[in-house]
């Protein structure tokens, strides 16, 4: 009887400390920076090649000030024939966040009139787009399978 208890909780032992491992490892796979929630996102659907755009572009497309970040990625389909890209901010603590996700919205719904003229059939891309947020992180990823998208993002995105 003895050996069974200690048995029983060698066993319990050894599931929570697998449990802990395991927890451990997934806090560690996440992305830790906005590149790496963009090469998260990019490997997700079979985007066209993007290349990362800087703060300029950031700030004059899309309206959003990168002294009110802490880090960011842009990545865009530079030939423009599609309107594919992923942005991925994180905005400092203390910045007022939904300033900065409108503008990304208000980019999106831009970006519906300009292609709804120059390439209708790649306006789906953008109608299915959403801004994303998740704590001081926010994502604007026009995709050819937003499905896909969110779900590369994970848990925790609204």
């Not at 802490?70 to 603590?93: G, S």
């Not at 001081?136 to 995709?143: K, R, T």
Request: glycine share 4%; net charge negative.
């Amino acid at each position: 009887m003895k050996n069974g208890k200690l048995l029983l909780m060698a066993l319990l032992l050894v599931c929570l400390l697998c449990g802990c491992a395991a927890e451990k490892k997934a806090e560690e796979a996440a992305p830790k920076t906005c590149a790496e929630w963009a090469d998260a996102i990019a490997a997700s659907a079979g985007f066209q090649e993007l290349a990362d755009a800087n703060a300029k572009y950031l700030e004059k497309h899309l309206m959003v000030e990168a002294d009110s970040l802490e880090d960011f990625c842009l990545r865009m389909d530079n030939t423009r024939a599609t309107p594919e890209m992923i942005c991925v901010v994180k905005v400092k603590a203390g910045v007022n966040q939904a300033e900065a996700k409108k503008a990304l919205e208000d980019y999106r719904k831009e970006q519906i009139t300009v292609y709804r003229d120059y390439q209708p059939d790649q306006v789906v891309k953008l109608e299915n787009a959403r801004v994303m947020e998740n704590g001081a992180y926010l994502v604007l990823s026009v995709s050819p399978d937003a499905d896909k998208t969110a779900a590369a993002l994970g848990a925790g995105w609204k």
